[in-house]
């Protein structure tokens, strides 16, 4: 069993940057893939990023590649999602999400077990 904590949402101006973290608790999460979704107000959840167990292959939504990477930290049980040049359409409640098994490029909820309550990101126009 994985559970998991964001933080670092906020308020920012479009252009800026933030840096979204999701802690990890138990032992597997070297062996987890991870991802990072989000739910903008009336709107479907929806795939943003995804990294590998190893952190050495990710995969992200055409909306955001080129903006924003993702990575993660082993031994800190950590992922990270650094999300640079902001836009108005990115304001959303941003969740990390997890699962054993599987592929790293998985972009369905479903394909994902473990979920984070969400952190919200508001970008200002």
């Known amino acids: 069993q994985v559970q998991l904590v964001e933080s670092g949402g906020g308020l920012v101006q479009a252009g800026g940057s933030l840096r979204l973290t999701c802690a990890a608790s138990?032992?597997?999460?070297?062996?987890?893939?991870m991802g990072w979704f989000r739910q903008a107000p009336g709107k479907e959840r929806e795939f943003v990023a995804s990294?590998?167990?190893?952190?050495?292959?990710?995969n992200y939504a055409d909306s955001v590649k080129g903006r924003f990477t993702i990575s993660r930290d082993n031994a800190e049980n950590t992922v990270y999602l650094q999300m640079n040049s902001l836009k108005p359409e990115d304001t959303a409640v941003y969740h990390c999400a997890g699962s054993i098994g599987g592929t790293y490029s998985a972009v369905r909820e479903d394909q994902y077990d473990y979920w984070g309550q969400g952190t919200q990101v508001t970008v200002s126009s």
């Open positions: 990294i590998s167990r190893s952190g050495g292959s990710t």
């Open positions: 138990g032992r597997t999460f070297s062996r987890t893939r």
